[in-house]
Antibody, heavy 114, light 110 residues
Framework: QVQLQESGPQLVKPSETLSLTCTVS????????WNWVRQPPGKGLEWIGH???????NYSPSLKNRVTISIDASRTQFSLRLTSVTAADTAVYFC????????WGQGAQVTVSS | QSALAQPASVSGSPGQSITISCTGT?????????VSWYQQHPGKAPKLIIY???SRPSGISNRFSGSKSGNTASLTISGLQAEDGAIYHC??????????FGGGTKLTVL
């Protein structure tokens, strides 16, 4: 199994853009889907979207107008951008591998606050 | 898309068996054999324990099993142990090529 590690700012101001990167190690980024999932405080998991190594993406209908997921296969990284954030976007953000989400990063706490 | 429906909590005594349900629609759980289950302990990342309805990843105990009937998937844990106390999440592939999660079920081992 691969290892995944999220990185990025922990604090984002309202109306600004949240940006996170997931670094994949211990395996190839090719031939698999790479996911972003978030978990607001005290709540369940919410799938944000995923990207195939070719760059093809699928997004949650509730977030698709604000989300962009990109991939840099040469650096074995993929990234999340979420625009126009509000307090409702405060959550732990996880990256995970494959359709079945078989490996997960440890999670990155992101707080939206001025 | 509404979240898949899971009971908020279940409980059982050590050695017993419990079952957690995950109800969706014909556009997700009922339409595809791509249901997964995850175990999450407090402050930790979720861990895959069942995929493709009833397959276990390497290293997952055979005390965990999955099944599906119609629009409802189920996770059964047999021979409950104290360390099984956690939150369990289900997920399903959908007809829109997206992934949908349930709200999570807290398992308390009495």
């Amino acid at each position: 199994q691969v290892q995944l590690q999220e990185s990025g700012p922990q604090l984002v101001k309202p109306s600004e853009t949240l940006s996170l990167t997931c670094t994949v190690s211990g395996g190839s980024i090719n031939n698999y889907y790479w996911n972003w999932v978030r978990q607001p405080p005290g709540k369940g998991l919410e799938w944000i979207g995923h990207i195939y190594h070719t760059g093809s993406t699928n997004y949650s209908p509730s977030l698709k107008n604000r989300v962009t997921i990109s991939i840099d296969a040469s650096r074995t990284q993929f990234s999340l951008r979420l625009t126009s954030v509000t307090a409702a976007d405060t959550a732990v953000y996880f990256c995970a591998s494959k359709w079945e989400l078989d490996s997960w990063g440890q999670g990155a706490q992101v707080t939206v606050s001025s | 898309q509404s979240a898949l429906a899971q009971p908020a909590s279940v409980s059982g005594s050590p050695g017993q068996s419990i079952t957690i349900s995950c109800t969706g629609t014909s556009n997700d759980v009922g339409g595809y054999d791509y249901v997964s289950w995850y175990q999450q302990h407090p402050g930790k990342a979720p861990k895959l324990i069942i995929y493709d309805v009833n397959s276990r990843p390497s290293g997952i105990s055979n005390r965990f099993s999955g099944s599906k009937s119609g629009n409802t998937a189920s996770l059964t844990i047999s021979g409950l142990q104290a360390e099984d106390g956690a939150i369990y999440h289900c997920s399903s592939y959908t007809g829109s090529a997206t992934v949908l999660f349930g709200g999570g079920t807290k398992l308390t081992v009495l």
